[in-house]
């Protein structure tokens, strides 16, 4: 069986505190957007996997076998699973690549074997694989809040067009966190951009939208500023880094505007994709 693993861009993140754990709480608008992983499973008599172009992942963190894992740990079973991964979401790139191919499994697993698992049992499952899974579950947009586990859905009320950007580097999640000094740190207001998001209201959207973790990448990837000042230049209405980075997102209701990026950057960095949020 084929099926797409949809990736997720924030329009807002906010990074609230540090918890004992080490783990941080947050606060985020999360949306689904149509750029996605193609993954090929079906049962088999062993375990396989592939990804297709090769990328070397390394066992301890491929999400999808960890994602059969988890399932089976949680609901024993003995079948075993031939994955075939087309990879087209870029890593370190704030995308959730990694996390919605794990969340695509999921799901997949609870077809095949009917198990009608609520939706607690799903986000429970997806937060033993990596804190972004829960919301790929469900591929809505949401408000996202402890460490990726409460998931308040709300609807987006105009399409929207936007340009997907990587510098040459990724970054990495957890440098991304490391030593984040929040009193330092951009705290977007969440609600609000929900709001906007839900009534339509570009301008309060682009007023509000922020990443508290955009000044600790530029930190360590200087060209995520300078690529969003390059998209604002072509004449985005916006532009802003995802979660952790180092994707850049421009947007703009001017389909020519974003054709016309993306035919001058292709080539000159690692990613140049046009997408939409996810209807």
Not at 84 to 111: C, M, W
Not at 226 to 246: A, F, N, R, V
Request: proline content about 5%; charged content about 25%.
């Amino acid at each position: 069986m084929k099926i797409k693993a949809y990736a997720k861009i924030n329009l807002g993140l906010d990074v609230l505190s540090k918890r004992e754990d080490g783990y941080h709480e947050l606060l985020m608008v999360m949306l689904p957007i149509e750029l996605y992983d193609l993954i090929d499973i079906e049962p088999s008599t062993h375990a396989f996997f592939r990804c297709i172009p090769p990328y070397r992942i390394l066992p301890e963190k491929n999400t999808l076998l960890k994602a059969v894992e988890v399932c089976r740990e949680a609901r024993p079973f003995s079948e075993q699973f031939r994955i075939h991964l087309h990879k087209t979401i870029p890593s370190q790139a704030g995308l959730g690549g990694g996390s919605s191919d794990a969340a695509a499994v999921i799901n997949y697993l609870n077809d095949y074997f009917k198990w009608n698992l609520s939706i607690q049992e799903k986000i429970e499952l997806g937060l033993k694989v990596g804190a972004d899974v829960p919301f790929c579950l469900f591929n809505k947009p949401a408000i996202v809040s402890g460490i990726g586990e409460k998931l308040s859905f709300f609807t987006v009320k105009n399409p929207m067009s936007l340009i997907l950007v990587q510098p040459h580097k990724g970054v990495s999640t957890k440098l991304a966190f490391k030593d984040l000094q929040l009193d330092k740190c951009d705290h977007p207001d969440i609600l609000k951009i929900a709001r906007a998001l839900e009534t339509g209201n570009e301008l309060q959207l682009y007023e509000h939208m922020g990443n508290a973790l955009e000044k600790r990448a530029v930190e360590m990837v200087p060209e995520i500023d300078m690529i969003k000042k390059e998209l604002l230049d072509y004449g985005c209405d916006h532009s802003m880094m995802t979660g952790s980075g180092s994707v850049v997102m421009g947007f703009s209701q001017d389909e020519a505007i974003l054709q016309r990026i993306a035919k001058d950057l292709k080539g000159h960095y690692r990613f140049v994709k046009i997408t939409k949020v996810l209807d």
